[in-house]
């Protein structure tokens, strides 16, 4: 029998080791999974689907859903009517183990509303800009309508807000769009708060986006570099400051452009001076920091995928975004992703305790859904 145990002890000795380093790895996997947003393909999720067996492993912090289907145009991306979406978005959280997965659509009104009247949807909710000339009781009532609809679907993240301000005539991608609510930050704070009212009695969490000001820019970080240095104002901070102090920053989206006042040698989603240092550092902020969509072509045309993701964790962003929806040509799945963070805290590129702390932010974040 002395023998028979010594051989158990030894086996138990040899292996004991190999589960717990698999446990670990599963669990920096998990970690590492929790802070990745990503689009996917298709209008479906069932439990045998690759968008549910990647949620399920690797414990994703969120998906993002689309109408256009950026490969095929003649096919819906992820959004075709209501029933089939609220029947998704069953779908994806039931492949959540803890059924907190975030569900995501860029829902502003005007230009940048998912859910479109050809769909089935209302779709016709204006933009911020209108919304603004219109008065408080005409944005409330839209605000509602639209936090509504969102909830009946299963949205429960709505990545807006836009509270950049509307200080350049010639900025295309923001005034040109009608997608700020004027000039003004206590205009812009004011119905952003409405906005932001309307999703939380409805259970869903929102985005500030883009910080630290994208309203006085000239280009369009979905296309390449945009400097801000000499058009940015640092009064494009104040709605920031505002909200944040009224609590009602569920997450902050930190946008692609450069300012070298801010920080002389990366933009801001990957900037430590702007994310750490003025965020959360000078701005007091605590919550979750979400990127601007990784694969815009201010990030792409600059820096490598490894590179970028290592650069946005230090600098200490929660929730990174890869859409899937800009180029056909850059699909990042899920397991590349993954296993790429754990290649760079193996190598000892990112600090394990980032990926901790955006847990820990994001868990905060997931209990404000209902």
């Known amino acids: 029998m002395r023998f ?8 138990l000795a040899a292996i004991l080791p190999i589960f717990a380093s698999g446990a670990q790895e599963r669990q920096l996997e998990r970690l590492a999974g929790g802070m990745l947003m990503v689009g996917f393909f298709g209008t479906e999720a069932g439990p045998k689907s690759e968008i549910c067996r990647q949620i399920r492993r690797y414990g994703l912090g969120g998906v993002i ?44 009104g005007g ?39 969102l909830a009946q679907e299963g949205i429960d993240y709505d990545l807006a807000p836009v509270v950049d301000l509307a200080l350049n005539p010639r900025n295309r991608v923001i005034v040109g769009w009608g997608r700020s609510y004027g000039k003004s930050a206590q205009r812009v704070t004011r119905y952003s708060a409405l906005f932001i009212e309307a999703m939380h009695r409805e259970g869903i969490v929102t985005a500030l986006k883009h910080f630290p000001g994208h309203g006085s ?53 990957l900037s430590a001076r702007t994310v750490t240092g003025l965020l959360r550092g ?8 979400i990127t601007d969509d990784l694969q815009m072509g201010a990030i792409t045309r600059r820096y490598s995928l490894a590179r970028s993701v290592e650069l946005a964790i230090e600098a200490g962003d929660d929730l990174l975004l890869f859409g899937n929806q800009l180029d056909p040509r850059r699909i990042e799945s899920p397991r590349k992703l993954v296993r790429l963070i754990v290649k760079l805290v193996r190598e000892g590129k ?19 859904v209902r």
């Open 4 to 11: 028979y145990g010594g051989i158990l002890t030894l086996l």
């Open 65 to 108: 859903l689309f109408d256009r289907n950026p490969v095929d145009p003649k096919r819906p991306k992820n959004i075709v009517d209501p029933a089939q979406l609220k029947r998704l978005t069953r779908q994806l959280k039931a492949c959540s183990p803890d059924g907190k997965l975030l569900i995501a659509v860029d829902q502003e």
């Open 111 to 149: 230009m940048v509303q998912r859910l479109k009247s050809k769909d089935g949807f209302y779709g016709r909710f204006p933009r911020a800009a209108d919304i603004a000339e219109a008065g408080e009781s005409a944005a409330k009532r839209s605000f509602t309508k639209m936090a509504k609809e």
């Open 217 to 269: 820019s000239l280009g369009d970080t979905h296309e390449g570099f945009v400097d801000v240095t000499q058009q940015w104002q640092p009064v494009e901070l104040e709605p920031y400051r505002r909200l944040i102090r009224r609590g009602l920053a569920d997450s902050v989206m930190v946008a692609h452009v450069f300012n070298r006042r801010l920080d002389p040698l990366y933009p801001a989603s």
């Open 282 to 289: 000078k701005l007091g902020y605590r919550g979750v920091v």
């Open 350 to 368: 990112i600090d394990r305790r980032r990926l901790e702390e955006s847990a820990a932010r994001l868990k905060r974040l997931k209990e404000k």
